[in-house]
Nanobody, 123 residues
Framework: QVQLVESGGGLVQPGGSLRLSCAAS????????MAWYRQAPGQQRRELVA????????NYADSVKGRFTISRDNAKNTVYLQMNRLKPEDTAVYYC????????????????WGQGTQVTVSS
């Protein structure tokens, strides 16, 4: 089993920045890929924001390219999401996810999910 705990969400003005963190514990040897998803208000579907492998390969949604950066500290078993130039449409609950398979993670079928952290972008 893997436990994921997110932190760093909050209220920020448009154009501002936030950094989300996700700490993994438990059977972390089984983790290959980690990602951030988000679920906007009123939406049932979670959207892939960014994903990263243990080797540092990354993938981003088009809507966040150039504004968000995903990174990973394998020694601390933590993945980060640096969010810059935030927009109101970035408002969502952000979830951390992890699994042993890249395709499983980017396909939204990862076995491990955090509880989510709220990000609100508003003036």
């Amino acid at each position: 089993q893997v436990q994921l705990v997110e932190s760093g969400g909050g209220l920020v003005q448009p154009g501002g920045s936030l950094r989300l963190s996700c700490a993994a514990s438990g059977s972390i040897f089984s983790i290959y890929a980690m990602a951030w998803y988000r679920q906007a208000p009123g939406q049932q579907r979670r959207e892939l924001v960014a994903a990263i492998t243990s080797g540092g390969s990354t993938n981003y949604a088009d809507s966040v390219k150039g504004r968000f950066t995903i990174s990973r500290d394998n020694a601390k078993n933590t993945v980060y999401l640096q969010m810059n130039r935030l927009k109101p449409e970035d408002t969502a609950v952000y979830y951390c996810t992890a699994d042993g398979s890249w395709l499983t993670v980017v396909g939204g079928q990862a076995g491990y999910w955090g509880q989510g952290t709220q990000v609100t972008v508003s003036s």
